[in-house]
């Protein structure tokens, strides 16, 4: 027999698993916010040390770093992997030129990332891209190639789109032939902001593309005439991007596996501007 105390407990138990199984995905994930490293880009041409150091204080996790840490030696990236292990925070992916995804820059690229623990090599930007949707498919190739050389190593490579990609050319857009041109473990790093601007709908391009948007530049965008600031020196939460639909999408259907706040310049200096872009990114996530 039940006795009314054992009753209590096991109604208390019940309840408590069904509001555990009630609570939606979203709930049940805390994944890592990070910096891309080019929004303080002043600070870290002139002391990345300690640059990379107070962003770990102000509470950031993850970093990425872009492209001049190419010119690293295997020495100071090793320095770096100290820094960053002392920390106790990761670099998930960097952000490269195009012509580091080319047989002769490759290797090198791969050897950093390797030491500083990075498993995503991204390209920031595809640079100038001649003859319409085909140079978008020849950009696809260049890909396609480097994860054939990624994939055995256990890394990947992604791609970061800016406006331009969610522009339609002839009536498509060159990051929908990047989708459909490169293999399902090219991560697809969504620059929110730039799609924003571009009109796209974020969440339809999310679930569009279910466990390729890995990780996502957390930049926000506005064309709203009476803001202080303007298009992306919005600071995070003040523009247009619908936050949480794009936090629940990225989580539920795009495979997010962390963030990166991201921003441009605003009306504050840029590490003010990373630490108010993070508390408010706290506030929206607690």
Known sequence: MITSLSRRSFLSLAASASVALALPATAKKRLPIGIELYAVRDELQKDLMGTVRKVAQLGYEVVEFYSPYTQWTTDYAKDVRKLLDELKIKCLSTHNSANVFTPENLPKAIELNQIIGSKTLVMASAG??????????????????????????????????????????????????????????????????TAVEAGADCIAWIKANPGRIRSLHLKDWTGA????????????????????????????????????????GSRYSSMETAEKCLATYKKMRA
């Open 128 to 193: 100038r891209v001649e003859g319409g949707i085909d140079g978008w498919k020849g950009v696809a190739e260049k890909l396609a190639k480097a994860q054939e050389k990624l994939k055995p190593l256990g890394m990947r490579a992604g791609f970061h789109n800016h406006k331009i990609e969610f522009v339609a050319i002839d009536g498509k857009r060159p990051i929908e032939v990047l989708a459909a041109n490169t293999p399902k473990d090219v991560t697809l790093q969504f620059d929110v902001g």
């Open 225 to 264: 005439a009476n803001k202080a600031d303007k298009g992306y020196r919005v600071l995070f939460g003040e523009g247009d991007a619908p936050w949480q639909e794009i936090f629940k999408a990225a989580e539920a259907k795009g495979g997010a596996e962390y963030y990166l706040m991201e921003q441009e």
